[in-house]
């Protein structure tokens, strides 16, 4: 992907967001345990509690490098520092890849960050229930941020988290001048999906294009299918680990929905082999090679990076994934990366967790971090953000992913993220599995509960 200047998310699997924000040249917001030499405790406040001499606390964040986003944090403490003289907090960037199993050991140990970076569900839930994570309570400084993208860290009606960077939504990428030239618009059904394929595959295009040599793309197809047949409630049990979650009826049809995909050759050959880091799979579909792709909004400046006029030309078409007939899940629901998250460990003094408030209510819920965020390439998901898109390069289709977040009844965070990671492993391979036909659906799901129980 172009370094063009939108920060990019990587998840365990390899993910990444990059998104083009006006002459900035940005990686990715995120932070996460500094090495060895970084203080890997919470900080000691020098009167032990907040006054006229202060507290001190660090902050773990998860980070691929320097980046607009990196700075607008630091920005951020700065000015937190500023209106609360003697209060310091220390921001530790740290390499995703080694995050979980710092932070897990941190926990462990009893010496996590006071402020520690997360990506919620599964593995958030697995700090909540060993006690080491305040809740939030209920404040009304909560109600600054869009409902949607609080699910991820809300955990039997508590939020333990709150957002410290955009919103990352799944929608189909597709070239609109292919559909035009074949008379087809973007289907709103599966079964309208499964007849676009039918014509594209007619007249030699290949109609979706999916680098599923890297697993995570093709995860993407079994949390809408799932959502869509059966609800929001289907993934929060998988979520929990809920004994025999795998055999609900939703999940058996979606395998079986993506198997009839994979039959009526919906995908490009080759499919299981082309790894989206590459950029093939987004020139399939600029090259009109390929119709379309799902995948997440960042593959917006991906394609951006690579053939700009396609984009701002206006060939670039963005829609939602289509309801299923007979589903009981809203077609305006949403899967994706709702956003990254930070929380209060539990081992924090009174002190430190008082002034980790302090900076989550006067700082992460600003209108100044907001335009921070969009300045930096991010969709922000505190309320009353659509006015800052105006006069930036992507604000047609920010201003979209915003509302659409705006508006979800429910937006169902990346399963590989939201499970805890021995589960979120054995999903990943046995799924492309499914895609390659090479596993049935039953086995998926029985391989699947087993594991589950195993890991709980």
């Known amino acids: 992907m172009a370094d063009t200047g939108r920060r990019s998310a990587w998840h365990a699997a390899g993910r990444g967001r990059l998104r083009v924000a006006a002459a900035a040249t940005a990686a990715v917001l995120a932070l996460a345990l500094a090495a060895c030499g970084s203080a890997a405790g919470g900080g000691k406040g020098s009167s032990g509690s907040s006054g006229s001499k202060g507290t001190s606390l660090t902050m773990w964040l998860v980070t691929t490098g320097p980046s607009p986003a990196n700075t607008a944090v630091q920005s951020l403490v700065a000015s937190f520092e500023k209106s609360h003289p003697g209060d310091h907090i220390t921001v530790d960037f740290v390499e995703n890849q080694s995050y979980k199993q710092k932070i897990q050991l941190a926990m462990g140990a009893g010496n996590p960050p006071a402020i520690f970076w997360t990506w919620g569900g599964g593995p958030l839930q697995q700090f909540i229930k060993a006690g080491d994570v305040d809740p939030l309570g209920n404040p009304s400084w909560l109600s600054s941020f869009l409902p949607s993208s609080l699910g991820a860290v809300t955990y039997q009606g508590n939020v333990y988290g709150v957002p410290v960077e955009g919103t990352q939504p799944v929608y189909f990428f597709y070239n609109k001048s292919i559909f035009a030239k074949y008379h087809l618009t973007f289907p709103t059904t599966f079964s309208g999906l499964l007849s676009a394929v039918a014509v594209l595959k007619s007249h030699g295009i290949a109609p979706i294009s999916l680098a599923n040599g890297d697993q995570w793309p093709g995860l993407m197809y079994l949390e809408y299918l799932t959502d869509r047949i059966g609800g929001p409630s289907v993934a929060q049990a998988l979520q929990s680990d809920t004994a025999g979650g795998w055999s609900n009826p939703a999940v058996t049809q979606a395998l079986g929905d993506i198997q009839q995909l994979v039959k009526a050759g919906a995908f490009q050959s080759g499919y299981d082999s082309l790894h989206f880091s590459g950029g093939g799979s987004d020139a399939l579909v600029y090259s ?128 590989d993220q939201a499970m805890t990671p021995s589960v979120a492993t054995v999903m990943l391979t046995n799924l492309a599995q499914v895609f390659e036909l090479s596993q049935t659906p039953q086995k998926f799901e029985s391989l699947l509960n087993s594991q589950a129980k195993s890991g709980s």
Not at 324 to 342: E, I, P, R, W
Not at 346 to 370: G, P
């Open 288 to 415: 009109g090679k390929a119709a379309m792709q799902l995948m997440g909004d960042w593959d917006i400046s991906s394609i951006l990076g690579a053939d700009k006029s396609f984009v701002t030309g206006g060939d670039l078409g963005m829609a939602p994934f289509p309801a299923v007939a007979g589903g009981t899940g809203n077609s305006a629901d949403l899967a994706g990366n709702t956003a990254s998250y930070v929380g209060i460990a539990s081992h924090a003094t009174a002190a430190q967790k008082a002034v980790a408030v302090a900076f989550f209510k006067d700082e992460l819920t600003s209108a100044s971090y907001a335009r921070a965020e969009v300045a930096a390439g991010e969709v922000p998901v505190t309320k009353g953000a659509s006015p800052l898109f105006t006069g930036q390069s992507l604000a047609s289709f920010d201003t979209t992913i915003y509302n659409s977040v705006q508006g979800a009844p429910s937006f169902q965070y990346s399963w």
